[in-house]
T-cell receptor, first 112, second 114 residues
Framework: QQPVQSPQAVILREGEDAVINCSSS?????VHWYRQKHGEAPVFLMI?????EQKGHEKISASFNEKKQQSSLYLTASQLSYSGTYFC?????????????FGKGTKLSVIP | KAGVTQTPRYLIKTRGQQVTLSCSPI?????VSWYQQTPGQGLQFLFE???????NKGNFPGRFSGRQFSNSRSEMNVSTLELGDSALYLC?????????????FGPGTRLTVL
């Protein structure tokens, strides 16, 4: 089942912070976050695993609440380059499964 | 390292035809996954190949198939094209050798079915 992302869209001024949420009705093993700019390929941001392991870019932070099957992506001191659509992809299978179910995305626009 | 490459970048076909899309992963990556992206459904997983074996398959009809070669390059085929198959087809590669790894996406093939 497709995870639900919120908000669907957000507009920020440079320097402001934002939180993007991803919620699933299924017990999750992992959550993956990607950003896609218009006309470009999705770019990896972060993986969060059940048990607390995380792997991602230094300037990106995220959380994973296993009990609630929720993940949040924290964007602080936003820059113009943060604009794009953010997708969370979830997996309820264990390690070894790359079958991700993606949310519909959150469109983030950062303005000067 | 060169990134993931996909060919062709754009394709126009008519209903009933078949199409083959190609994906070359990053050198050393053994896993290739395919996704369909549409405005209505978003990113949907098609299948994943690792060492020439299909490891996972999404919920798509049998008209969608794929394969992986010994050099990790992958192809996906769609037979008997339908209008609803118009989409951006993305492939992503991953090392898949230390548990979970990030996936690196290619630029995609934009398929239009008329």
């Amino acid at each position: 089942q497709q995870p639900v992302q919120s908000p669907q869209a957000v507009i920020l001024r440079e320097g402001e912070d934002a939180v993007i949420n991803c919620s699933s009705s299924k017990a999750l093993y992992s959550v993956h976050w990607y950003r896609q700019k218009h006309g470009e390929a999705p770019v990896f941001l972060m993986i969060l695993l059940k048990g607390g392991e995380q792997k991602g870019h230094e300037k990106i932070s995220a959380s994973f609440n296993e009990k609630k099957q929720q993940s949040s992506l924290y964007l602080t001191a936003s820059q113009l380059s943060y604009s794009g659509t953010y997708f969370c992809g979830t997996s309820d299978s264990g390690a070894g499964s790359y079958q991700l179910t993606f949310g519909k995305g959150t469109k983030l626009s950062v303005i000067p | 390292k060169a990134g993931v490459t996909q060919t062709p970048r754009y394709l126009i076909k008519t209903r009933g035809q078949q199409v083959t899309l190609s994906c070359s992963p990053i050198s050393g990556h053994r896993s290739v996954s395919w996704y369909q992206q549409t405005p209505g459904q978003g990113l949907q997983f098609l299948f994943e190949y690792f060492s020439e074996t299909q490891r996972n398959k999404g919920n798509f009809p049998g008209r969608f198939s794929g394969r992986q070669f010994s050099n990790s390059r992958s192809e996906m085929n769609v037979s008997t094209l339908e209008l609803g198959d118009s989409a951006l087809y993305l492939c992503a590669s991953s090392p898949r050798d230390r548990g979970y790894n990030e996936q690196f996406f290619g630029p995609g093939t934009r398929l239009t079915v008329l």
